[in-house]
């Protein structure tokens, strides 16, 4: 999975809970993304960040935060976890390219009761 | 709303059969890319064709893309039971360095 990992795989929380998820990369890649993915409706994008301190919202923001205080973390925080966010977690890296090709991490499984 | 939408939803053939799927999308794009996703695991990154291409190959993957009628098909030849997994196109558009992606083909190649 091109030095990505993802931490935790599986979580199991209750509605109201915070929750962070982390991405961490060995590629030194400028852009990092967090994406989730639910049964037809593809992957849709969360928030990303374009260097460190550097984020931006994505296409499903609300209810989530990010930061990157390095090059090779990126934490996503639920605040306060709700059934809606029962979903499959997945981090992504890029380099800085017109290419624009995406690495993908293993995932995460995160429920909400 | 998703940028790319392949078509069909799910495709099942037998090994060695060739296997097409489409992906339509909206805007104007940079590129279209094409990933697989294997059954619990993450997207991996299949192959890349620019705006000013029309085709391109790799290995047993053909890709073709229209910018006229905004679609992309990626053709899967001489297909493998290890090919079974789900496809997704993805659009960068005017965003540069986001993706967007459509809601993926399900392919199964019966041995």
């Known amino acids: 999975d091109a030095g990505i990992t993802q931490s935790p795989r599986h979580k199991v929380t209750e509605t109201g809970t915070p929750v962070t998820l982390r991405c961490h990369q060995t590629e030194n890649h400028r852009y990092m993304y967090w994406y989730r993915q639910d049964p037809g409706h593809g992957l849709r994008l969360i928030h990303y960040?374009?260097?460190?301190?550097?984020?931006d919202k994505g296409e499903v923001s609300d209810g989530y935060s990010v930061s990157r205080s390095k090059t090779e973390d990126f934490l996503l925080t639920l605040e306060s976890a709700t059934s809606s966010q029962t979903s499959v977690y997945f981090c992504?890296?890029?380099?800085?390219?017109?290419?624009?090709?995406?690495?993908f991490g293993p995932g995460t499984r995160l429920t909400v009761l | 709303s998703q940028q790319g939408e392949e078509d069909p939803q799910a495709l099942s053939i037998q090994e060695g059969e060739n296997a097409t799927m489409n992906c339509s999308y909206k805007t104007s794009i940079n590129n279209l890319q094409w990933y697989r996703q294997n059954s619990g695991r993450g997207l991996v990154h299949l192959i890349l064709?620019?705006?000013?291409?029309r085709e391109k190959h790799s290995g047993r993957l053909r890709v073709t893309l229209d910018t006229s009628k905004k679609s992309s098909s990626l053709l899967i030849t001489a297909s493998r039971a290890a090919d079974t997994a789900s496809y997704f196109c993805a659009t960068d558009g005017a965003s540069g360095s986001r993706l967007t992606f459509g809601e993926g083909t399900q392919l199964t190649v019966n041995p």
């Open positions: 992504a890296i890029g380099q800085q390219s017109s290419y624009n090709e995406q690495f």
């Open positions: 960040s374009y260097g460190v301190k550097d984020t």
């Open positions: 064709i620019r705006s000013n291409e």
